[in-house]
C-alpha cells in the first residue's frame, strides 16, 4: 500500500531536498551517493503514483503535490519526534492525562492557578523538544461537575481526582478502593432578589412559606449513581439549571429563590443584587473533600505509588492556603497566586 512507503526516512529525505535545494547536495548531508537518493525518489513517486519534483528544472522544484508531501511531511516528523519525547518523559513517572473532576461550588480562578503552576514546573528531563511548551508531560483535562456527579467521574474511571466531592454522612465516600481527605466547609446562605416577595418577609422565614414559592436548584450532574437534592422541599415548584452561575442569576432575577454557597453570593449581597434572609431551617454547611483512586497492587503484593502528575496535586489540595481559597475565592480582587 501506498501509505507504507511514507516512512521516517522517506520524509526526512524530501525535508533534506528540500533545505538544501539539490539531490547532490541532499545526499552528502544525509551520507548516500546521489544515484541511491535518487533512485528513492523515484520508488517514493511510483509507490505514491504522483510526480514530486520537475524534472525540467536543473534544481530541485517541487510539484504541488511534492510541496504538500513536503509540508505534511515536516509536520508528521515534528510529531514523531514529540511522541519520542514525551514517551522518553512519562518513562520518568508522569502519567500521559490526568483528569480532574471539579464540583461548581470549587473556585475556577483557583483551578486555573494550579494548572499554572503546573505547568510552570521544571521539565522533568532533557527529552522535551526545544520548541515543545516545557513543563511536565501530563496533559491535564478539566471536568465540571455537580453533587453526586464528581463522585461518580471518579468511580466510574472518568476522573483520577475528584475536588469538592460531599463528605456528609452517607454520602458516597464508603467507596471501597479510594482515598478521601477533607478540604472543609462551606457554607450556604438563604438569598432572594430584592423585589422578590420573600425579601419583605419576617424572618426566620418558615418551610410553610418557602414552599409558596419556587426554588432553582442545579442538576446534579450523575448519571448511574443516585442524585442528590439539598433543601428542596416536598411539593415544591422547581426550577432546575446546569451551572451554579445560572442559579444566581435566576435568583438575581427574582425568578425563584434557594440557597447560594456563600463565597460566590456575597459580592451580589454586597452590591444590593441579592439580600440574605434567615430561615427556620438555620444555616446550612457542606462539609467538602477531595478523592482519588488508591494506589493499583503490583507483584508481589507490593503497593504501585501514584503518578508524578497525582502527587503533585495532592500536595498543593493538602495546603490549608490552597484549600481556603478553593472554597473562597470567587470574587473581588485577583488575590495572589496560589504557591
Known amino acids: 500500500m501506498s501509505h507504507k512507503v511514507l516512512t521516517p526516512d522517506a520524509l526526512t529525505m524530501i525535508d533534506a531536498i528540500a533545505r538544501t ?50 509540508h505534511e511531511g515536516r ?27 471539579v464540583d461548581g461550588v470549587i473556585s475556577r480562578d483557583t483551578i486555573l492557578e494550579l494548572c499554572e503552576a503546573f505547568y510552570s514546573q521544571p521539565c522533568p528531563t532533557s527529552a522535551a523538544a526545544a520548541d515543545g511548551p516545557g513543563g511536565p508531560p501530563t496533559r491535564l483535562r478539566l471536568r465540571t461537575e455537580v453533587l453526586t456527579g464528581t463522585w461518580e467521574a471518579l468511580v466510574t474511571g472518568q476522573a483520577d481526582l475528584a475536588i469538592g466531592v460531599s463528605r456528609r454522612p452517607g454520602s458516597d465516600q464508603a467507596h471501597s478502593g479510594f482515598q478521601l481527605r477533607p478540604l472543609g466547609e462551606l457554607e ?67 425568578i425563584a429563590c434557594g440557597h447560594l454557597p456563600e463565597p460566590l453570593a456575597r459580592e451580589h449581597i454586597a452590591a444590593g443584587r441579592l439580600v440574605c434572609k434567615a430561615t427556620e431551617r438555620g444555616t446550612h454547611k457542606a462539609s467538602l473533600g477531595y478523592a482519588w483512586r488508591q494506589a493499583a497492587g503490583g507483584g508481589g503484593g507490593r503497593k504501585v505509588p501514584v503518578g508524578n502528575a497525582l502527587k503533585w496535586w495532592l500536595d498543593q489540595l493538602a495546603s490549608p492556603a490552597t484549600q481556603r481559597a478553593l472554597l473562597e475565592r470567587h470574587a473581588g480582587p485577583r488575590a495572589s497566586r496560589v504557591d
Do not use: C
Open 75 to 101: 509536520r508528521l516528523l515534528q510529531e514523531m519526534e514529540a511522541v519520542s519525547n514525551r514517551v522518553k518523559r512519562i518513562a520518568t513517572g508522569w502519567e500521559s492525562q490526568l483528569s480532574i473532576s
Open 188 to 254: 450556604f446562605v438563604f438569598a432572594v432578589a430584592p423585589h422578590h416577595p420573600l425579601a419583605a418577609a419576617t424572618e426566620p422565614i418558615s418551610d410553610a412559606q418557602l414552599i409558596r414559592h419556587r426554588a432553582v436548584a442545579v442538576a446534579d450532574s450523575a448519571q448511574r449513581m443516585a442524585p442528590a437534592s439539598v433543601n428542596m422541599l416536598a411539593g415544591q415548584d422547581v426550577l432546575t439549571v446546569p451551572t451554579t452561575a445560572t442559579k444566581i442569576e435566576a435568583q438575581i432575577r427574582g
Open 21 to 70: 535545494g539539490s539531490f547532490a547536495a541532499a545526499a552528502r548531508e544525509l551520507g548516500r551517493v546521489p544515484s541511491a537518493l535518487t533512485y528513492s525518489v523515484r520508488q517514493l513517486e511510483e509507490a505514491l503514483d504522483v510526480l514530486l519534483f520537475d524534472r525540467r528544472s536543473r534544481q530541485a522544484e517541487f510539484t504541488a503535490a511534492g510541496r504538500e508531501l513536503l
